[in-house]
């Protein structure tokens, strides 16, 4: 069965701070792996990684993904009380997403 | 606005009972969706069209039947409503390539039912 693991569930970190959130997947007919990010609503859009080693870059978020090892990894630096959210990974497995439990993030001033 | 809208934003009704939501993008999109959130947060798929032709049908109880009149709008309908349906649902929709790879997808707002 497909399965699409994120850890930790929760992360508390104070403002400033670097912090790493994995996802690590198994997933027949692998096409593509996403990170979303959801607020209060719907998840929006951050990356999407379809080659091993290349890492994807948006301001202070960064992404790479490492198709031997199955896994992928979402890096925020200089976190901001905004970046608090629920950080989602999904792997598109033929015409599906795959969607993890989620890492709950909570920046503190 | 171009977007994924869904309608209602929130829906309160009570078990047995039989209710619609309603979804729709004006991306230009030809692929479309619903994902079930659960309290855990876990987004699960439920269904997927491409041109109006249903081709993801999950494990989802018959009660549950999607409708996709055109390429723009998807839309759930639900009967006999239970408790354990009470969730967020989300609609969303991609563009699909010649190739069969299907870009991101773009969510909407949500619709939270509430079963009582």
């Known amino acids: 069965e497909d399965k699409v693991v994120q850890s930790p569930l929760s992360l508390v970190v104070h403002e400033g701070d670097t912090v790493t959130l994995n996802c690590s997947y198994e997933?027949?007919?692998?096409?593509?792996l996403l990170w979303y990010k959801q607020e209060k609503k719907a998840p929006t859009f951050l990356f999407m990684l379809?080659?091993?080693?290349i890492e994807k870059k948006s301001g202070r978020l960064s992404s790479i993904l490492d198709k031997k090892e199955l896994f992928s990894i979402l890096n925020i630096t200089a976190t901001q009380t905004g970046d608090s959210a629920v950080y989602l990974c999904?792997?598109?497995?033929?015409?599906?997403?795959?969607f993890g439990q989620g890492t709950r993030l909570t920046i503190n001033p | 606005d171009t977007a994924v809208s869904q309608t209602p934003k929130y829906l309160v009704t009570q078990m047995g009972n039989d209710k619609s939501i309603k979804c729709e993008q004006n991306?230009?999109?030809?692929?479309m969706y619903w994902y079930k959130q659960d309290s855990k947060k876990f987004l699960k798929i439920m269904f997927s069209?491409?041109?109006?032709?249903?081709?993801i049908n999950e494990t989802v109880p018959n009660r549950f039947s999607p409708k996709s009149p055109d390429k723009a709008h998807l839309n759930l309908h639900i009967n006999s409503l239970e408790l354990g349906d009470s969730a967020v649902y989300f609609c969303?929709?991609?563009?699909?390539?010649?190739?069969?790879?299907?870009?991101?997808?773009?969510f909407g707002p949500g619709t939270r039912l509430t079963v009582l």
């Open positions: 069209y491409n041109n109006k032709e249903l081709i």
């Open positions: 997933v027949t007919n692998f096409r593509s």
């Open positions: 379809t080659s091993s080693g």
């Open positions: 991306l230009g999109h030809d692929t």
């Open positions: 999904a792997v598109k497995r033929a015409q599906k997403l795959v």
């Open positions: 969303a929709s991609s563009l699909s390539t010649g190739t069969g790879v299907l870009n991101e997808q773009f």
